[in-house]
């Protein structure tokens, strides 16, 4: 168990044992490859972090966690990371982030309940601050051990929605992790007593989505296609058209479809893809702004600072220079 109560600042990359690990979903047992963690942060005043040690309740009966935590993040906030053996919920309460997880991107902000599966790649970073302004942002969250039980609820939630808008904390999940959190500082934390906590929220969200239609709209086919099209093709030319030929649709109705269900139209989605593939590379690379608008599909330098401009304000390389100086 660890605990994190004062600003720390580190850039690591942690790479667990290779040690085999055991998936709960799927067809039985298969081999997990070891975690791999990219993460920059400076943590502010007041964040605390826990973290458990994992022993399986062979019974399945238990809903255990192997991570907790209230965090303050400050703009230099970045990590990416894939094959970690968990199914995190998190909740911002204050402050935007900028998410890609399994390829697809999205605007955190506060008070909306995130899941994710995290064998799966995510990136989460903050935006640099514009004409001085301070950012930082705050969020809660709390990492499940992959029980049947915690599987089969997840897999059923993910279904209609990774981002759960819930325009407050209507489910109490601030309360919740604060709970563990003071149940752990105080050594008073009981994995039983907090296993009925977990299942009775479960069972609330899962009713909180069910009386908001959730169940009833889950992403259509074409919509999760063409994601998936726009991933692996973004490093080329492509257009409203193409995506739509390869889904047998017109281009105004799939146009039509994915706003409904993204918030975005498809061109300004792959705009904000290359996007944030562009400022993956500017950090973890040393390739040149002329080599990643290349990489990312746009073939022009200036295409790739207009891009930047309208995002953030900035110009790639002052982008850089921001993530360089805080790690």
């Known amino acids: 168990m660890a605990i994190c109560t004062q600003k720390l600042s580190f850039s690591t990359i942690m790479r667990t044992k ?16 070891s975690m791999r963690s990219d993460f920059n942060a400076a943590f502010m005043s007041g964040t605390k972090r826990f973290e458990l040690p994992i022993k399986r309740d062979l019974s399945g009966t238990l809903i255990q966690i192997h991570l907790v935590g209230h965090e303050t993040l400050d703009q230099s906030y970045r990590l990416r990371r894939e094959y970690m053996d968990s199914f995190s919920m998190c909740m911002l309460v204050k402050g935007r982030m900028n998410v890609i997880y399994d390829n697809f991107i999205s605007n955190a902000e506060p008070f909306v309940l995130r899941l994710r599966d995290c064998r799966k790649p995510t990136v989460a ?25 915690v599987v089969n609820v997840y ?10 808008q819930l325009g407050s904390d209507v489910l ?6 604060e709970s563990i959190i003071a149940a752990m ?16 929220f479960f069972v609330k969200l899962v009713e909180y989505v069910r009386s908001k239609g959730y169940d009833k709209t889950a992403v259509p086919d074409a ?12 490093t080329r030319k492509i257009s409203v058209e193409e995506c739509a030929r390869n889904v047998f649709l017109s281009p105004n109705y799939l146009n039509n479809l994915f706003c409904s269900c993204v918030k975005l139209p498809i061109a300004e989605y792959i705009s ?3 996007y944030n593939k562009a400022t993956e590379l500017l950090i973890t690379s040393n390739m040149s702004v ?4 290349d990489a990312v599909g746009l073939y022009d330098m200036q295409a790739l600072i207009r891009l930047f401009k309208k995002q953030v304000g900035t110009t790639p390389l002052a982008y850089r220079r921001f993530y360089k100086g805080n790690r």
């Open 125 to 149: 970073w903050l935006d640099p601050p514009k004409n001085g302004e301070s950012v930082c942002a705050e969020q809660y969250y709390i990492h499940f051990v992959p029980s049947p039980f």
């Open 223 to 234: 919509v999760s296609k063409t994601l998936d099209f726009i991933a692996e093709n973004y």
């Open 290 to 293: 002329s080599e990643i608008a």
């Open 18 to 33: 290779n040690s085999k690990k055991e998936k709960t979903s799927g067809n039985g047992p298969s081999v997990l490859p």
């Open 172 to 177: 109490c999940f601030v309360p919740l992790v």
């Open 155 to 164: 897999e059923y939630l993910m279904r209609f929605s990774i981002n759960f």
């Open 185 to 200: 500082e105080s050594g008073t934390f009981n994995e039983v007593e907090f296993s009925v906590k977990f299942y009775e």
């Open 272 to 274: 904000k893809y290359r």
